[in-house]
């Protein structure tokens, strides 16, 4: 699958452009060009982020912030720090997002904000699962699903918050 070869090389990138060298950006961008048959631009940022731009979409690691086109419906988590955040366009053309939150809040508060909050703004709640310090939730509003899996370890919880079209 294009996503999964994606991912694995944006993560790939990521330790490779902890070194600095310009020359492994244009290594991935062929790389990734190459597997998508596709037009790919690697960006190294100052700070350690990277963004990547394919045809399929934007995806930033370590940016730190918010995806620019994130639904206003779905509010990241107060004081959470944003580690990772994508915006990709699946073969579909239907847009797919996905953030990756750190709080040090505990699993069970996160999961009742979720829950909450969502059904505030007008999604409606799924079924949730939980088990072994882990939380997951999901709803839907309109043509949209969004899926929460909250888990939690040494004083972390990592809060990971996928939206894309219903299928």
Not at 102 to 129: C, I
């Amino acid at each position: 699958m294009r996503s999964s070869k994606l991912v694995l090389l944006m993560t790939a990138g990521l330790l490779l452009a902890a070194c600095g060298q310009k020359g492994v950006e244009n290594a991935m961008e062929r790389k990734m060009e190459q597997d998508t048959a596709g037009n790919a631009d690697v960006d190294v940022k100052v700070d350690g982020s990277m963004e990547i731009q394919t045809d399929e979409g934007t995806a930033t690691i370590g940016g730190g912030e918010m995806p620019g086109d994130w639904p206003e419906d779905v509010k990241a988590y107060a004081g959470a720090t944003v580690t990772y955040s994508a915006s990709v366009n699946a073969q579909t053309g239907e847009p797919g997002m996905a953030v990756v939150l750190m709080s040090t809040d505990d699993v069970a508060t996160v999961a009742a904000h979720y829950n909450k909050e969502l059904a505030a703004a007008g999604w409606t709640m799924g079924e949730s699962m939980e088990a072994s310090g882990t939380s997951i939730l999901s709803g839907t509003k309109d043509d949209r699903v969004v899926s929460l899996m909250i888990t939690g370890a040494e004083g972390q919880t990592a809060i990971t918050i996928a939206i894309s079209k219903e299928e």
